[in-house]
């Protein structure tokens, strides 16, 4: 089952000379529980993608399908809800919550989402699964960068997403840590039926995944992995 299109994107930024096409027409589909790696050189337009699939900017031309919507055509308001409900994120930096405890960042995504229901024994298990239980009451400033990390990915898998899209998930961590990480993240692909889109510049880690996406000046150069585009 499809759960991401990505139909003849481009995207331009500036005007006139100053243009720069930093998409040139890109399709690719995504089914439904794959481990995809997107990889590229610096400004070859790979984290302009994660973006326009992640609502967080909008295509010049072309349509990007998340379980059959096109988010290109959604309201501001209606994409922000969109997002929460089908896109999960982990960033380099995590970006949790200071204030918040491992628990309540975890759930933020719902309570946002959902007000006061809130699937506690799901958030449980995720934390469980992830080894998170016992550090639910700290916070962040209190946890090593792969626990924050694990946190982060805790809280994309929340709301049962469509789609997480990973940054640079590994970039800040150790080798022992980033093979942590990787694990956790195939084996939430493999219980949660999770689909996972990974931007990394790690050609050892981008060769563990289903599927790799290769992406160079604006365009997709070359498909690898056990599957093909």
Request: charged share 25%; proline share 3%.
């Amino acid at each position: 089952m499809k759960i991401l299109e990505v139909l003849e994107i481009e995207k331009v930024y500036g005007t006139a000379e100053n243009q720069v096409h930093a998409l040139k027409g890109i399709s690719f589909s995504v089914q439904r529980g794959e481990f995809i790696t997107i990889v590229g050189t610096s400004g070859s337009g790979k984290s302009t993608l994660m973006n326009l699939i992640g609502g967080l900017d909008t295509p010049a031309k072309g349509e990007i399908r998340i379980r059959g919507r096109n988010i290109a055509a959604l309201t501001r308001k209606e994409l922000t809800i969109f997002r929460r409900r089908n896109i999960g994120f982990v960033f380099q930096n995590y970006s949790l919550m200071p204030v918040l405890n491992v628990y309540d960042n975890v759930a933020l995504p719902v309570t946002f989402d959902k007000g006061s229901y809130v699937d506690h024994t799901f958030i449980e298990g995720l934390l469980k699964d992830l080894g998170l239980w016992e550090k639910r009451s700290k916070y962040p400033n209190e946890l090593s960068g792969g626990q924050q990390q694990r946190v982060a990915l805790a809280r994309a898998l929340a709301n049962k997403p469509a789609v997480i899209l990973a940054d640079e998930p590994t970039g800040n961590l150790d080798s022992r840590t980033t093979a942590e990480v990787m694990g956790l993240l195939r084996a939430s692909v493999k219980k949660y039926h999770q689909t996972i889109l990974m931007v990394t510049h790690n050609e050892q880690i981008a060769q563990s995944c289903d599927r790799i996406i290769h992406i160079e000046d604006g365009l997709i150069e070359e498909k690898g992995g056990e599957h093909h585009v």
